[in-house]
């Protein structure tokens, strides 16, 4: 399978928000997405492609030194299949050709699936946020990762 990962464009939306819808419980908008890729001059967006299709997204802002992930999403079907990590891969390349220092997330303490994902990344835990979710008030996790190599 061959896996294609490039910048979001608009005509990518509507393939987006199925994937949104499916995954999470409080999906964004269409008005939200387009904002994103159009006017957040802070924000990247990567989508995955198998075979022409839209499969999997993931978004960073850039906020100051640091990498905030929004979010990465993959199809239900395409899961398992190394996706999420080629997206992951993707966003950390970003963030490292424009001198980003650290990156950080937000993920659900329940989805361990993700969590593994961005520790085989060298994100470690750094802390928890209570009630974060709105939907279910579940904590959220906090990661972190240094993109920086430490000379000896």
Request: charged letters at 30%.
């Amino acid at each position: 399978m061959e896996i294609i990962v490039r910048k979001m464009v608009e005509e990518d939306v509507d393939s987006i928000l199925e994937i949104e819808k499916e995954a999470f419980t409080t999906p964004w908008s269409r008005e939200a997405f387009l904002t994103e890729i159009k006017e957040n001059l802070l924000a990247y967006y990567l989508v995955a492609e198998v075979d022409g299709k839209v499969v999997g997204y993931g978004g960073i802002w850039l906020i100051l030194n640091e990498g905030h992930i929004t979010n990465i999403a993959v199809k239900e079907e395409y899961k398992g299949n190394g996706i999420g990590n080629h997206i992951l891969e993707g966003l950390i390349c970003y963030c490292m050709k424009n001198g980003i220092d650290n990156m950080t997330l937000e993920v659900r303490e329940s989805n361990l699936i993700a969590q593994n994902l961005y520790k085989k990344y060298s994100f470690v835990s750094s802390g928890k946020r209570p009630n974060y979710y709105s939907d279910d008030g579940e904590d959220a996790i906090i990661m972190w990762r240094t993109n920086r190599v430490e000379n000896e």
